[in-house]
């Protein structure tokens, strides 16, 4: 056998064995109407297509997430980034908490969120100027933060 099928016959059969690698699962739990966020329709619709995928029980998952490597990260962002914030169980949150969790989108939309590895695969995702000045009104109520309010 040529080194190159030899060296293709290795990477392949470490591909299927990844497979066999368990892995967190992937699962849309149910959701409760009545716990779902409720914003302006703007603001809805901005963060059903740049947030939904992570933050909510409704993931579009796409077939890589099927697929290890790929799927060992995809399934662990929407686990952790679920735990984080879940805009399905909103209305389960204290208002502390939701208080808190505005400032965090009102802060993370600038720059982090929606993650760029994401973005890179759904460019459809990415927050224009406008987009951004939308959601950073509604997080804060129309006020702004100030820099030190915002952490
Ligand atoms: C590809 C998955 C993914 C997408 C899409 C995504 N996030 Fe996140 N997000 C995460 C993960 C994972 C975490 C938790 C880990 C962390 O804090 O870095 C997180 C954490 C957060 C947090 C809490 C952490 C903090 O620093 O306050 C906020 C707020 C947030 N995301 C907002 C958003 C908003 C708003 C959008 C859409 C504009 C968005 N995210 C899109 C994966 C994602």
Same mark, same amino acid.
């Given at each position: 056998?040529?080194?190159?099928?030899?060296?293709?016959?290795?990477? !392949?059969?470490?591909?299927?064995?990844?497979?066999?690698?368990? #892995?967190?699962?992937?699962?849309?739990?149910?959701? +409760? =109407?009545? @716990?779902?966020?409720?914003?302006?329709?703007?603001?809805?619709?901005? !963060?059903?297509?740049?947030?939904? +995928?992570?933050?909510?029980?409704?993931?579009?998952?796409?077939?890589?997430?099927?697929?290890?490597?790929?799927?060992?990260?995809?399934?662990? +962002?929407?686990?952790?980034?679920?735990?984080? !914030? #879940?805009?399905?169980?909103? #209305?389960?949150?204290? =208002?502390?908490?939701?208080?808190?969790?505005?400032?965090?989108?009102?802060?993370?939309?600038?720059?982090?969120?929606? @993650?760029?590895?994401?973005?890179?695969?759904?460019?459809?995702?990415?927050?224009?100027?406008?987009?951004?000045?939308?959601?950073?009104?509604?997080?804060?109520?129309?006020?702004?933060?100030?820099?030190? +309010?915002?952490?």
């Amino acid at each position: 056998m040529g080194t190159f099928l030899r060296v293709f016959g290795i990477i !392949l059969a470490v591909f299927i064995i990844f497979q066999f690698i368990p #892995n967190k699962k992937k699962s849309n739990p149910p959701v +409760d =109407k009545k @716990l779902e966020i409720k914003t302006p329709a703007k603001v809805a619709s901005i !963060l059903k297509r740049s947030c939904y +995928d992570c933050h909510s029980n409704e993931t579009k998952w796409p077939w890589w997430s099927s697929v290890a490597p790929m799927s060992w990260s995809v399934v662990d +962002d929407v686990v952790e980034g679920r735990k984080a !914030l #879940n805009f399905s169980i909103w #209305n389960s949150y204290s =208002k502390e908490k939701q208080d808190k969790l505005k400032k965090g989108i009102y802060r993370t939309v600038m720059g982090p969120m929606p @993650l760029p590895q994401y973005t890179w695969l759904h460019p459809e995702a990415k927050l224009t100027k406008e987009d951004i000045k939308t959601i950073r009104d509604w997080a804060s109520d129309g006020k702004g933060f100030i820099k030190t +309010d915002v952490r």
